[in-house]
């Protein structure tokens, strides 16, 4: 017979309720994402939902358009945050997945206590981050032929660089949205107090200094230094974590090797204060135990 009174624990959170938005908030991003979308399906919103996802004010002269090869050229303007946003969106949606499909499988195979699980969390975001980064900053420099033309990085300021191409301004699109979709996610993540601050800095950093090389029109130089910079962090971290592996081994052996020492020394010890003692009893009792 089923008892009465008692409750069974309600495993899914009331809806509109914190916990509600924290478990189901790539849903409600994507969700949100895909109105903008759709509206670029229908006559009326287009116009508008083009401003949220396609990439604004194009400064490319009519007259170059006879050509079909004619590269199109981009400059900074207030309708790129409403892009910011959109993008901004779209990693939030990102973060999510390769949460779920990547780092939550390999943790699983780990084995990682709590505050490993979440520092692991929030190294593996930034690696991958930082590795398509490199990669996409580099493409940009090879496509732009702003290695082979060092000079290019200075040459002309501040006229010369005031238009950009169609990736380079989309690449600071990203890593702007990037940096401000820190800021929700430590509500999503469920970041401790202590830990707010530090992570507050570092997104912050990064957003102002990117944010600010897009307005003062120095984007080809800093497109170099943050590839450099990702991959150099990129070397330093895997390298680091090779150390820090190898060390974590090794103290390892060491303490194994401590504790069979010990476990030996009392084998020892034990040994030899039975045979002590056997050897100060009385011959009559020797023999008696001998026998026995």
């Not at 490319?60 to 358009?65: I, K, S, V």
Request: charged share 20%; glycine share 4%; with cysteine.
């Amino acid at each position: 017979m089923a008892l009465k009174g008692v409750r069974r624990a309600n495993k899914n959170p009331p809806i509109l309720s914190h916990e509600f938005v924290i478990q189901n908030h790539a849903d409600i991003v994507s969700c949100v994402a895909m109105v903008f979308v759709l509206g670029l399906m229908f006559q009326a919103t287009a116009p508008l939902a083009s401003v949220f996802i396609a990439v604004q004010h194009n400064a490319t002269d009519p007259e170059m358009l006879t050509t079909p090869d004619t590269p199109m050229t981009y400059t900074y303007g207030s309708k790129d945050t409403a892009a910011i946003f959109f993008y901004c969106l779209i990693s939030i949606v990102m973060h999510a997945i390769i949460q779920e499909y990547i780092l939550d499988k390999v943790n699983r195979k780990l084995h990682l206590s709590k505050t490993k699980h979440s520092k692991f969390n929030e190294s593996g975001q930034l690696l991958i981050f930082t590795a398509v980064s490199a990669a996409w900053g580099l493409n940009i420099l090879v496509k732009d032929n702003i290695i082979h033309d060092i000079s290019s990085l200075w040459g002309g300021y501040p006229e010369g660089h005031a238009q950009m191409s169609f990736m380079l301004k989309f690449f600071f699109l990203i890593q702007m949205s990037y940096w401000l979709h820190c800021y929700p996610e430590l509500y999503f993540q469920k970041t401790k107090r202590e830990e707010m601050p530090g992570k507050i800095q570092h997104a912050s950093l990064y957003l102002i200094f990117c944010a600010a090389a897009y307005v003062l029109k120095l984007n080809a130089l800093v497109a170099v230094c943050l590839v450099q910079a990702w991959m150099m962090w990129n070397f330093i971290y895997f390298h680091l974590r090779q150390m820090r592996e190898r060390q974590a081994e090794q103290m390892a052996l060491r303490k194994k090797l401590a504790e069979r020492k010990t476990r030996k020394g009392r084998r020892d010890d034990s040994k030899r204060s039975s045979e002590e003692d056997f050897s100060e009893l009385p011959e009559v009792d020797q023999q008696t135990r001998r026998r026995k």
